[in-house]
């Protein structure tokens, strides 16, 4: 399921809660969510810019796959 998808299926499903308490737990996660996204400027963006690039040249890399099976090992 694509992400337009699954927000459609949340709006849907929220708008059947009657629940105000359910509602406003989802209100406050929105409102945590939205004040820990900051964007990002365009000097930070070059510094990480700057040290991922001092990281790949320097073998300070972790494969996609090895990661992934980190990441299994998790469950």
Known sequence: MDIQTRKIAFVQEFLKIQNEEVIIRLEKILQKENENFKQMG?????????KSME???????????????KVQKWY
């Open 42 to 50: 365009i000097e930070e963006f070059n510094q990480r810019m700057d």
């Open 55 to 69: 990281d790949s040249k320097n073998g300070r890399l972790t494969k996609a796959s090895d990661l992934k099976a």
